[in-house]
Structure formats: structure tokens, C-alpha cells
């Protein structure tokens, strides 16, 4: 995300550059000089960048420091400000009074709609507690009505969809269909197009006369450059766009598209995907997001993904064990199931503070670590991870080994690392139950693994 190229440089610049008690111009426009090179780095708009430079100088100008905070802390402070206005300063709200409500997904062809589609559906169910029917609209695209039916299949969600019939008069019946069978939300995969065409835009403007949405949501692919600003206004236009929702944002999306759609278009971000499943849907923090592009990590919205993805009765098994000094190798690898299910490992390190500007490299190498640990631990009996003093025998040691199709190498490092972990968890656990302020060896140690 292109909040790795701001952290990077805004660190570096202001812990180089703002020493002083106070912010002076000369000290601001060396920092503001990087900060804007990481954003255009980011392929946000130029007329953006030169906006958002002015007004954190302007804020800045002989800015005199809190009490409490440092120079360069103030100076974060400002930009952390300055980058949520920009982003909106609240989450979008959808609206889900009407009966049944309607939302109208519009975009070009590769944008990620139809898999959105699934996912906005998915989360409004899980946390609207909504009854969703998805209308196969797409009757030009092949196999885009076979996509929503998979995609139905999976999440155990209605498709509605008649074939090749008129998108308009399929749209209109949904309605009733949904009325009918207690569907209290109605998502419509619209048709998309490699690019914008009268006969495309006349047929999302039928749709909407006919059904009348509460929300009309575009999806824009964030890898996406500049051109998704003139493609969001053309549909804006006609359409009258209600939010925005950008994919795309677990890889290597720079994100520019993210801060210029926002003030350039001024429609709001709805959500962002995160990710190719279907879970991996956010609502759009601003000052969550404002967080994770300057380093500081996004904690929060870590513990609701832990939330939605870990029981709470497992949560507390795994506390109740490690506070009696259980922890063996069992637990361990539960915590990897549980990691696992929470998506992408450099998408969990990223909302880590002090580990958003964790290297590529070292994600790859931790999912591979863990990977592996799995592996090893799945060829061991229950027994022996309730037990981890029967490993040590020679013979089930060189079982182990071999059932697993690793190396002795790899075996030891999980081993030595699970001793080391085990003997942090019950120190943790000790100073806890005596009353002191337990004392957490650093941030990153995910699955007890050392990452």
C-alpha cells in the first residue's frame, strides 16, 4: 500500500529535519519536499499532492509544540490530521431502511465487482444481520452470471438471475422475488465494459429509473492509475454514485487512487477489499487508514478481524492454558490455524505497530515459516503435542521428521523456538498473577514463531 512509501520517508525526513522547538518554514519544506515525492511515488493526483502539501504547511507554519509531544511527533501529528480530512473523517454509513433495501454495483470489467458483489452481501449479513439476494444483471460478459451462482454456492446466498433476459425487466422482478421470499436486500451485479459506452450507461441509468437503489456503489480496482478518476466521474454524471468501493489493496496497490477518487470526485469510500476471499471486506476507516500510511499500525481493526475469525471460547481456552502454564505444542498450533484464518500474514503484519513497513521479503519468508511449522506439527501425534517431552526420543523424533518431508534443520528451529516461546508465556503469565505489569517481548512474534 502506498502508505509504506509515506511512512518510510515522512519518518526519515522529519526525524532528520525537525529538531527544534519550534516548526519553521525551512524545516517543514525539507520534510514536506519527501513527503511529497513518496505521494506522487504513489500515484496520487498532482493537484492533490499540492493541495494536501499547502495545508500542512500552512498548519505547520511556527506551530509551537505541545506539551508532551516532540517536534517530529507534532509534526506527524499535523500530517495524521490533514491526511484524514482528506480521506472523509468518518465511516460511510450504508442505507438499509428501505424494504427491501437496494444496492446498484457499477464498474468496469476487471475491476472486481461481481466478487464484490459476494463480499458486500457476506458482510452485510454477518454484521446487518441482512437477508441478501444477489441479481445476476451481467448478461454480456460470459460467465458472469455462472460467477455470482459460485459465488452465491459458497456463501449460501440466493442468486436470482434469468438468463439472457432483458437486465432492466430481470432487475424489476427481483423485487418482487425478493418480496415474495423475506429477502430484505437486493444486490445487483450490473453489466460492466473494458471501457465506457452510451449503450452500457443508458442501461445502468434503466435500472435505476426502474428500481430506484438506495445505494448506487462503483468499484475501482486501487492498482488502478489516474484514468479511474475520469472513469468515476463519467459514471458520477450519469448515475449519481453514492460510495466507492477499492480493491485491490492487499498487494502491491500503491493506493493513490484511494486519496485522489476522495477529493478529487468528493464521493466517499465505502469499503476497500482487501483481499480474494470473500471475508476480506472493510468498512473504510479514514483515521484508521491515516494511521496505517504513517506507520502506525491499525490495531483495531486487527482485533476485529481476531473477532470474526477466532471464537471467543477458543480465545479464552488459549489464555486459560498459557496463565497455567500449559502452553505446549498443541496451543501452538492452534494459534497457526487461527493466524491462518485471518487472511494474508503481510496483511495481519501490517496493521502490527512498529511492523507496517515490514519488507516483502520477510513476509514471504514468515508465510513459508509458518508453512512449514504446520507441516511438522500435523505429523506429530496429539499425544506427543499435549506432551512435547515424548519428542525428544530419538525414534519419534526421526518419525516426525521424516512423516513431515522436511529436515532435521527445520524440526530444531520450530522446537527451539517453541522452548524459547513457552518460557516467555510463562514468564508473562507469572508477572501477571503477582500483580506486575507483564513485560512483552516486542511486537511480531506471530504464532509464537519469533516473525
Do not use: C, W
Request: charged share 30%; no cysteine; proline share 3%.
Amino acid at each position: 500500500m502506498f502508505g509504506e512509501f509515506l511512512a518510510n520517508r515522512l519518518k526519515k525526513s522529519i526525524n532528520k529535519n525537525i529538531k527544534k522547538s519550534t516548526l519553521s518554514e525551512e524545516t517543514i519544506a525539507l520534510a514536506l519536499k519527501e513527503i511529497r515525492l513518496a505521494l506522487l511515488e504513489a500515484d496520487v493526483n498532482n493537484e492533490v499532492v499540492k493541495i494536501f502539501i499547502e495545508n500542512v504547511k500552512e498548519k505547520a507554519k511556527y506551530e509551537y509544540i505541545q506539551e508532551g509531544l516532540r517536534p517530529d511527533q507534532m509534526m506527524i501529528k499535523i500530517v495524521h490530521e490533514e491526511i484524514t480530512t482528506i480521506l472523509g473523517q468518518k465511516p460511510y454509513d450504508v442505507a438499509l431502511t428501505s424494504k427491501p433495501s437496494i444496492i446498484m454495483m457499477v464498474g468496469l470489467q476487471g475491476s472486481g465487482k461481481t466478487t464484490s458483489t459476494g463480499k458486500i452481501a457476506n458482510f452485510l449479513r454477518k454484521k446487518k444481520a441482512k437477508n441478501p439476494l444477489l441479481v445476476g444483471a451481467d448478461i454480456y460478459r460470459p460467465a458472469a452470471i455462472e460467477q455470482l451462482q459460485v459465488i452465491g454456492k459458497t456463501l449460501g446466498i440466493t442468486v436470482f438471475e434469468k438468463g439472457k433476459q432483458d437486465p432492466v425487466l430481470t432487475s424489476k422482478q427481483a423485487i418482487q422475488y425478493a418480496n415474495e421470499n423475506g429477502h430484505d436486500l437486493i444486490i445487483i451485479d450490473t453489466a460492466g465494459r473494458l471501457h465506457i459506452d452510451e449503450d452500457l450507461m443508458q442501461e445502468l441509468k434503466n435500472i435505476k429509473t426502474e428500481v430506484k437503489p438506495d445505494e448506487i456503489f462503483i468499484v475501482v480496482d486501487g492498482m488502478t492509475g489516474q484514468d479511474i478518476i475520469n472513469v468515476t466521474n463519467s459514471f458520477n454524471d450519469l448515475l449519481k454514485i453514492t460510495g466507492v468501493i477499492v480493491t485491490k489493496l492487499d498487494g502491491d496497490a500503491r493506493g493513490g487512487a484511494v486519496f485522489s477518487i476522495r477529493y478529487l470526485t468528493k464521493l466517499p469510500i465505502a469499503f476497500v477489499g482487501t483481499g480474494e476471499g470473500l471475508s476480506n471486506l472493510q468498512i473504510f476507516y479514514p483515521d484508521r487508514m491515516a494511521d496505517r500510511i504513517l506507520g502506525m499500525g491499525d490495531v483495531q481493526t486487527l482485533f476485529e478481524k481476531a473477532q470474526e475469525n477466532i471464537s471467543e471460547r477458543d480465545m479464552k481456552k488459549t489464555m486459560n492454558r498459557m496463565m497455567a502454564g500449559q502452553f505446549d505444542l498443541q496451543d501452538l498450533l492452534n494459534q497457526m490455524k487461527q493466524i491462518s484464518s485471518m487472511g494474508k500474514m503481510g496483511g495481519i503484519m501490517k496493521m502490527m505497530p512498529g511492523m507496517p513497513n515490514v519488507s516483502e521479503d520477510r513476509i514471504v519468508k514468515a508465510e513459508e515459516k509458518l508453512r512449514i511449522a504446520e507441516i511438522i506439527l500435523n505429523s506429530m501425534t496429539i499425544k506427543e503435542r499435549r506432551e512435547p517431552r515424548l519428542i525428544k526420543q530419538l525414534n519419534r523424533r526421526k518419525r516426525i521428521v521424516k512423516g513431515s518431508g522436511r529436515n532435521d534443520k527445520e524440526y530444531n528451529e520450530l522446537i527451539s523456538q517453541y522452548e524459547k516461546t513457552k518460557k516467555q508465556v510463562d514468564q508473562i503469565a507469572k508477572q501477571i498473577k503477582s500483580g506486575r505489569m507483564p513485560n512483552i517481548p516486542g511486537m511480531g512474534n506471530i504464532g509464537g514463531l519469533g516473525f
